[in-house]
């Protein structure tokens, strides 16, 4: 068994668990390091991924593969992780998953917009940048980085998304 039909073996069968669990599967990587293998199963979803979310999709994962056995007798390590801020932006929907945070968005002219992501669709994006609106095409957009806001507690969240 190549790594690549494995590997598109593996999406396969755990796109439809990962999205019962109501969250998109990104990615699947096996690593094999001395006789341990690690499974890495990186899911996402617009508003984020929880640590339950995590928990229930291992478990949901895990069933899977048991039933399925492509994993074969060898004992192997289940990673589930999610993408988190650390991604690049460069996507539509990672765009979209990112409304309302602070990015830097790299142009493909090599300028650097600094905004808020007030919403995205199909075709781009639109920031405010100090106070006004900007429309970004994806065309133009090289890449985005969520950076991350240290804020102080009195100014939490006041419309009660939290949880």
Partial sequence: MGSASSRDHLMKLLEPVVGAEGLDLEDVTITTAGRRRVLRVVVDRDGGVSLDDVAEVSLAVSKALDDDDS??????????????????????????????????????????????????????????????ERRLDYQDLARGRVQVEFRRFDDEDVDGDEG
């Fill in 71 to 132: 994993m074969g007798a060898a004992a192997y390590t289940l990673e589930v992780s999610s993408p988190g801020v650390d991604r690049p932006l460069t996507e539509p929907k990672h765009w979209r998953r990112a409304a309302k945070r602070l990015v830097k968005a790299e142009m493909r002219d090599g300028s650097v917009v600094e905004g808020r992501i007030t919403a995205a669709d199909d075709s781009g994006v639109d920031l405010t940048v100090d106070g006004a």
